[in-house]
């Protein structure tokens, strides 16, 4: 039953996609609330399959990779439907698809039936954690996609109807997102140290996961400090925005996958 609605969420959000690359030519009300409607699917599937993964496992997703893109996923598509009345925005709505479409399609490469959790995971601080990262990494994705958008239109592209969307404003939501971003990611270092020390003894073991995490976390400090002490704005602090993410994608596949650690397992 979890695989059917996963892959009804796929097809979904390919439908999501074709929609939203169509739209780069001819955009109307008609798609964008197509795309839209498509994209509420998806989270409602993405939302029934959690759930019966809950189910199947006894416990929450959250015990290894797999189950935490599945997290991801669903915490993009959040992301767009809580912030979409503040941005309004139909090219972000076509990256947040294309995102949520990658990052469903590499878990695929993940799978794995549901299983007891091992004991190191047996805590109420790797749930908080694990949350209060599903909440960053979707606001800093959300904010990926405001610094995108801030960059194609300093280029001149103005498809999707984006000249009702000025730049002023998108730095100004970019800065917004972000500041809530880092504070979930802060919460994100606290309880994994919390956590860590209580199962390993340690607070900070220099892990490759806690190192990398503890880069994204310094990229989006350096984000907020530039912007309020030296007032970046703008251009630097959308591309800022867009490594930032990289960092975050690097970090939850790219560590899990390349580089050995107390975290591989997860």
Same mark, same amino acid.
């Given at each position: 039953?979890?695989?059917?609605?996963?892959?009804i969420?796929?097809?979904?959000?390919i439908a999501a996609?074709?929609?939203?690359l169509?739209?780069?030519?001819?955009?109307? #009300?008609?798609?964008?609330y *197509?795309?839209?409607?498509?994209?509420?699917?998806?989270?409602?599937t993405m939302?029934?399959?959690l759930i019966?993964r809950?189910v199947?496992?006894g416990? =929450?997703?959250?015990?290894?990779?797999?189950?935490? *893109?599945? =997290?991801?996923?669903w !915490?993009?598509?959040?992301?767009?439907f809580i912030?979409?009345?503040f941005? #309004?925005?139909?090219?972000?709505?076509?990256i947040?698809?294309? =995102?949520?479409?990658?990052?469903? *399609?590499?878990?695929?490469?993940?799978?794995?039936?549901?299983r007891p959790?091992?004991?190191?995971? +047996?805590?109420?601080?790797? +749930?908080?954690?694990v949350f209060t990262?599903?909440i960053?990494?979707g606001?800093?994705?959300l904010?990926?996609?405001l610094g995108?958008?801030?960059i194609? #239109?300093?280029?001149?592209?103005?498809?999707?109807?984006e000249?009702a969307?000025? +730049?002023? #404003?998108?730095?100004?939501?970019?800065?917004?997102?972000?500041?809530? !971003?880092f504070?979930f990611?802060?919460l994100?270092l606290?309880t !994994?140290?919390?956590?860590?020390?209580?199962?390993?003894?340690r607070?900070?073991?220099?892990?490759p996961?806690?190192t990398w995490?503890?880069?994204?976390?310094?990229?989006?400090?350096?984000?907020?400090?530039?912007?309020?002490?030296?007032?970046?704005?703008?251009?630097r602090?959308?591309?800022?925005?867009?490594v930032?993410?990289l960092?975050?994608?690097?970090?939850?596949?790219?560590? *899990?996958?390349?580089?050995?650690?107390?975290?591989?397992?997860?």
């Amino acid at each position: 039953m979890e695989g059917s609605l996963l892959f009804i969420t796929y097809i979904f959000l390919i439908a999501a996609v074709l929609l939203g690359l169509f739209s780069l030519w001819r955009l109307n #009300k008609l798609l964008s609330y *197509s795309i839209h409607a498509f994209l509420f699917l998806a989270f409602v599937t993405m939302t029934a399959a959690l759930i019966m993964r809950s189910v199947a496992a006894g416990r =929450l997703p959250f015990a290894n990779l797999y189950e935490f *893109s599945l =997290l991801f996923t669903w !915490g993009i598509l959040l992301s767009h439907f809580i912030s979409f009345r503040f941005i #309004k925005s139909e090219m972000a709505m076509v990256i947040i698809t294309l =995102l949520a479409t990658f990052i469903l *399609s590499f878990s695929r490469s993940l799978i794995s039936d549901p299983r007891p959790l091992l004991p190191a995971l +047996q805590s109420i601080w790797l +749930q908080i954690h694990v949350f209060t990262a599903v909440i960053a990494y979707g606001a800093f994705a959300l904010s990926f996609c405001l610094g995108l958008i801030y960059i194609l #239109k300093e280029k001149g592209f103005t498809g999707l109807g984006e000249t009702a969307l000025p +730049q002023a #404003k998108i730095d100004n939501l970019l800065y917004r997102v972000v500041a809530i !971003g880092f504070f979930f990611m802060t919460l994100v270092l606290i309880t !994994g140290a919390i956590w860590a020390e209580e199962v390993w003894g340690r607070w900070w073991g220099w892990d490759p996961k806690e190192t990398w995490a503890l880069i994204t976390w310094l990229i989006y400090a350096a984000y907020l400090h530039a912007r309020k002490t030296h007032g970046w704005r703008g251009r630097r602090a959308a591309i800022m925005a867009v490594v930032g993410f990289l960092a975050v994608l690097f970090t939850l596949f790219g560590v *899990s996958l390349l580089l050995p650690g107390v975290h591989s397992y997860i």
